[in-house]
């Protein structure tokens, strides 16, 4: 808004200087339309002023004087405004400017260290060809952006520390309940093996958790790598199945594949497609209490579809928009039980975008949900 403003400014002293050539004899035209200027000019809110080509401050607003403390007509622009007293390198001034062009560039070390955004609008003004400077403070907001840059560095480094921390412990733990459990240190009798794997249950659980907040770290500071190879997307959910069912079968539900014949090979990190498979049939299994879980693959125009079905609660429409939102889960007596980061679904959410795919769900209370995702086919993108 700002831009636009200045721009119809310029133009307006164009028009000005404009009229003035073709009425040089006409001293009372000439101050009327001098006082407007100068009335228009002082009624911007922020520091202004209008320098030639050369540098030479021609005219200076009250806000900017106060803020220089000191009358600058006929000095140099730069000799005044920058502590270093060096012209600005991204300056109109000194790299070009047209008449009716506005740039906006950063200054900092203006002013005693202040950090301005300085707009330059090239005009005529008294005749010469100028830069009118519009200076607007935004110290305040640079410091503030300071603050929470060091304040989120500080939570990445402290959550990808305590995870890291947590993963040698836990892996210990796991190995000696696994050492146990498989009878290598000595008979063990069936209530002790019921609350081993009760045990183990909860270090795997506390693991996943660790690893999606350190998926999570990865995928803000953008250092997530994909390992991008053509894959069988009908394989990886086979694969996915198999792992997974035991886990539907120990809930007694039904777990069933429908894929579809003859769908291309795709381009995708088959780990991270995996994962996101995972984490949507565990979710599944988790929130559904009877019924079953369906997983299909079908082919499109230029994509290939997998979709996670279940015949849970539901999920209502209002909350479907938050299921992608990171920490966030649905209130309910199901995720009180279960728990969670609430990462699983944002993190399935990067990873399919960054596929160049997409992720959404499908569903109505009380007949389950529907999750879908798309992934792009290769020799079909761009």
């Known amino acids: 808004m700002i831009k636009r403003y200045l721009k119809r400014l310029g133009n307006f002293l164009v028009d000005c200087a404009s009229i003035l050539s073709s009425r040089k004899n006409s001293e009372i035209a000439l101050q009327r339309i001098s006082n407007f200027n100068k009335t228009l000019l002082n009624t911007i809110p922020f520091g202004l002023d209008i320098v030639d080509e ?26 005044v405004y920058t502590d270093d007293k060096k012209q600005c390198d991204l300056c109109p001034l000194k790299v070009g400017f047209e008449t009716g062009e ?18 330059h609008t090239g005009m005529i003004y008294n005749g ?23 304040a989120l560095k500080a939570k990445s480094d402290f959550t990808s520390m305590v995870s890291h921390e947590l993963r040698t412990p836990l892996t210990a733990i796991k190995e000696g309940i696994s050492i146990v ?8 009798n069936k209530e002790q093996k019921t609350f081993l794997d009760i045990a183990k249950r909860n270090v795997d659980r506390l693991n996943r958790l660790i690893n999606e907040v350190l998926d999570f770290q990865k995928l803000e500071a953008g250092k997530m790598a994909l390992k ?16 997974m069912f035991s886990l539907a079968q120990g809930k007694g539900l039904g777990f069933v594949i429908n894929t579809a014949e003859h769908l291309p090979k795709v381009k ?3 780990d991270k497609i995996i994962q996101v498979l995972n984490n949507l049939v565990t979710n599944a299994i988790k929130f559904t209490e009877k019924g079953s879980i369906n997983i299909a693959t079908t082919g499109g125009d230029n994509f290939i579809r997998v979709s996670v079905q279940d015949t849970g609660p539901g999920i209502k429409a209002e909350d479907i928009p938050r299921l992608f939102h990171e920490f966030e889960q649905l209130e309910g007596e199901v995720d009180r039980k279960t728990g969670g980061t609430g990462l699983g679904l944002i993190i399935s ?8 795919g997409k992720i959404w769900v ?21």
């Open 54 to 79: 050369r540098g030479n401050i021609m005219y200076m607003n009250q806000i900017l004087e106060n803020a220089i403390g000191e009358k600058t007509t006929g000095k140099k622009c730069w000799e």
């Open 362 to 382: 499908e569903s109505k209370m009380e007949q389950g949900s529907t999750f879908h995702f798309i992934l792009p086919i290769e020799e079909r993108r761009g």
């Open 181 to 188: 459990l498989d009878g290598e240190a000595g008979a063990i």
């Open 228 to 243: 991008m190879e053509e894959n069988d997307i009908n394989q990886v959910v086979k694969e996915v199945y198999d792992t």
């Open 349 to 356: 959410k990067e990873i399919i975008e960054s596929h160049g």
């Open 268 to 270: 995708f990190d088959r």
């Open 102 to 119: 506005t740039k906006t560039i950063e200054v900092n070390g203006a002013f005693g260290g202040k950090t301005f955004l300085v707009t």
């Open 128 to 150: 010469k060809k100028s830069v009118m400077e519009v200076f607007i403070d935004i110290t305040g907001r640079k410091k503030a952006e300071q603050v929470i840059q060091q």
